[in-house]
Nanobody, 120 residues
Framework: QVQLVESGGGLVQAGGSLRLSCAAS????????IGWYRQAPGKQRELVAD???????NYADSVKGRFTISRDNAQNTGYLQMNSLKPEDTAVYYC??????????????WGQGTQVTVSS
């Protein structure tokens, strides 16, 4: 079993920055893709950014140039650096990891979510 624990959310003023972390722990595993999603009240969950095992990244148009996704494979941790935050970035942010474990089919794991609130 693998667990994902997110941290770094909070309340920030518009124009500010936050850095989210997503730490994976458990028995022997390797992380393929890491994704960050967000869900605002009354809206569907949407992909914000993802990063492959090789480091290729993909961003939603709404965050390009402001957010940066990265990963530390040695620490089994993914990051989302969020700069120039806007009130419309307010949402619960979730990390998602596609994980390989010996003897277990490739599987997606989700974190518990962390609230990001941007005040105007």
């Amino acid at each position: 079993q693998v667990q994902l624990v997110e941290s770094g959310g909070g309340l920030v003023q518009a124009g500010g920055s936050l850095r989210l972390s997503c730490a994976a722990s458990g028995s022997t595993f390797s992380i393929n893709r890491i994704g960050w999603y967000r869900q605002a009240p009354g809206k569907q969950r949407e992909l914000v950014a993802d990063i492959s095992s090789g480091g290729s990244t993909n961003y939603a148009d709404s965050v390009k140039g402001r957010f940066t996704i990265s990963r530390d494979n040695a620490q089994n941790t993914g990051y989302l650096q969020m700069n120039s935050l806007k009130p419309e970035d307010t949402a619960v942010y979730y990390c998602d990891a596609l994980i390989t474990q010996i003897g277990i089919p490739l599987r997606n794991y989700w974190g518990q979510g962390t609230q990001v609130t941007v005040s105007s």
